[in-house]
């Protein structure tokens, strides 16, 4: 079995403070896009066993993956470590990008296993989902989608219009958890709170890296009709309506080092009718 893991933006992300639980309560509007991941998932005799065509992919027990398969077998009732299941993933979305890669390919696994393993029950694939990362539930939806709360208390939206997407993928990565930190020190200024910019890391994540403020305002001068971060970043996104706009675009924002990807937005019927093919 072949499933594919699709990627997302956040077209709009706000960060409205700081909850009890350490995390962060957020209003983000999640849309899925065409770039992803395959998982290709066989039965085997054995215990599990997780590959990637990526080195930098981290393996075992410290990829997703790997957790979400111990979580969803041990929810179906089994005892002991999972088996008789081999995963192989290939990878294509760039890691510490905020384009949900890890996330993505954890619900895909979510999915998937659930039906070979038996459970059905669709609240308990989600609350596993959540319990692995924040935006992991979102992928077992896809489509246009308002997150609340951690960003896993979803409102499924009509499908925004397609767009070209042009990302921008710079040599370094940014991690949520320290991005959410140079948040948390820039402070609740009124500054911030009166920021027009789609998405509230854009400020103190481009502060930090001079070249997503500049990527950004390229974007915009290509035409772009929204350009911003994705989740904290590192990756940058330009939305177009017309694909020979996206490629002109891409072509002037490439440099050495830095990846472009032109890629579209995928509604949610197509996001689940090509989940599994
Ligand atoms: O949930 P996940 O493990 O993907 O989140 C990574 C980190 O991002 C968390 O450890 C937390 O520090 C931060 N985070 C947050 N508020 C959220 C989501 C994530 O503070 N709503």
Request: glycine content about 10%; aromatic content about 6%.
């Amino acid at each position: 079995m072949r499933v594919r893991a699709f990627a997302k933006i956040n077209l709009s992300l706000r960060v409205l403070g700081r909850r009890p639980d350490g995390y962060h309560e957020l209003r983000t509007m999640f849309q899925s896009i065409a770039l992803h991941d395959t998982l290709t998932i066989r039965r085997v005799r054995g215990p599990f066993t997780l590959t990637c065509d990526d080195s930098t992919c981290p393996g075992g027990r410290d990829n997703l993956v790997w957790r979400a398969a111990e979580k969803v077998w041990r929810a179906a009732g089994r005892r002991g470590p999972p088996r008789g299941v081999a995963i192989h993933l290939s990878k294509r979305i760039p890691m510490q990008a905020g384009l949900g890669g890890g996330s993505s390919d954890a619900a895909a696994a979510i999915r998937a296993l659930a039906k070979t393993w038996g459970l059905r029950d669709e609240q308990r694939q989600h609350a596993l989902a959540a319990s692995l990362g924040a935006d992991v539930p979102y992928f077992l939806e896809g489509g246009t989608v308002l997150g609340v709360e951690r960003g896993d208390v979803l409102f499924p939206l009509t499908d925004r219009s397609p767009a070209w997407v042009v990302l921008v993928i710079p040599p370094f990565g940014v991690s949520t958890k320290q991005a959410f930190g140079w948040f948390d020190r820039a402070g609740d200024s009124p500054r911030l709170k009166r920021s027009s910019v789609p998405n509230d890391f854009e400020r103190v994540v481009g502060e930090r890296h001079p070249e997503i403020r500049r990527s950004i305002r390229a974007l915009r001068s290509a035409g772009a009709s929204l350009a911003t971060l994705s989740g904290s970043g590192a990756a940058v996104f330009g939305l177009f309506s017309r694909r020979p706009e996206a490629d002109a675009a891409a072509a002037e924002l490439w440099a050495p080092g830095r990846r472009t990807i032109v890629t579209r937005t995928i509604d949610r019927r197509t996001c689940r009718r090509l989940a599994a093919k």
